[in-house]
């Protein structure tokens, strides 16, 4: 959602609080949001259709897909002429800028080649990791690579467009995380998995959730996901420590501006309880469970960390793909749902401690 709001013309930050906001800009923000997320739907139905009827390529599709590596591209450009604009001499912002532009376009030409080349689908297959189940000629697979290079892109413009750290901590502050968002986030989450899955086209309902490693807990799930959220939690305190010893308390405050944030506008435990059951129940169904069997765990915990933006460029970065490989070792050795409990102990814990910390 952020993401689209900024392609079609807001930025983060630069109105202040007490102005009214441009509503015409909210309807340009809304109508990017959900042509954008259309897109996606359809182009991962289009490839289960395709994949449903035995064939290999798909011209529509492959259009598709290749304005989607070009809209994402065309965003790269725009959000850095835009940042370029606003630069103030900093050395440190113009390697930030010149590093996101890179990544940008490779994730362009990344996705253009496996569009193009069966020979590059087939390579990446030998790149991915021994645990991955990524088909060369599924259509399917192609899609989801592409889609997930220009989302990258897309998700390191929003970074650079909020203005790094402090700008998505005031972001956060301005906007909150409510039960609305998280609702709307929770549909999109899933829409994308049960398509992507392809639910009703190759899949049945109970071929899809165990393709998906679901299923109601039993008590190992629960044991055995609480365990493991719980030794997450003990984890992350021991890195957060570590941390604070070697770095001076401004530079961990600005480090840890925007997740600070983000605890705070949780406001209280039974928020915390509520909100944290659909933000786990979201990302692990979708990660988890239908993207780790197709590229890894590795991969997909890299994407995760990607997509947790408040972390970016800080030592926590690290933390949080440790977090994930653990949750899927836990998926892979159990199921889905037994990572979707510990993910939930873990953020719960931890937001839970937060939001003590600043009552006292």
Partial sequence: MRSAYILAGGRYNRVPEN????WSMDILGSAAAVGTVGVVIFAAYRANRVLAAGRRRDRLLTRLLTFVTLASLLYAGVVVAAAVSELDGSVLDAVAL?????????????GCVLLRSKAAARRLKLILPSDAGFLPDSPVHITAVVLILAYTSVIFGDFVAAGGISGLADSISN?????????????????ATIVGVGLGLRRTFRMA??????????????ANGAGVGFLMVMFALIFTATWMGLVSPEQFQAQTEASARLAESFGSLSAIIVLNLLIALGEEVFFRGALLPIFGNLPTSIFF????TQYTLTPAALQILIVSLTFGWLRKS??????LIA????????LSLGLL???A
């Fill in 334 to 339: 159990q199921n889905t749902t037994a990572a």
């Fill in 19 to 22: 102005e009214p906001r441009e």
């Fill in 209 to 222: 959730i165990v393709r998906l490693g679901l299923r109601l807990p039993i008590l190992s799930d629960l």
């Fill in 98 to 110: 010149i590093a996101y532009g890179a990544a940008a376009a490779v994730c362009f030409v990344g």
């Fill in 305 to 308: 960390v990607i997509l947790h």
């Fill in 175 to 191: 906007t909150g995380v409510t039960l609305g968002g998280e609702l709307v986030a929770l549909t999109l989450w899933l829409v």
């Fill in 357 to 359: 910390q600043v009552r």
């Fill in 343 to 350: 993910h939930f102990v873990y953020n719960g814990v931890l």
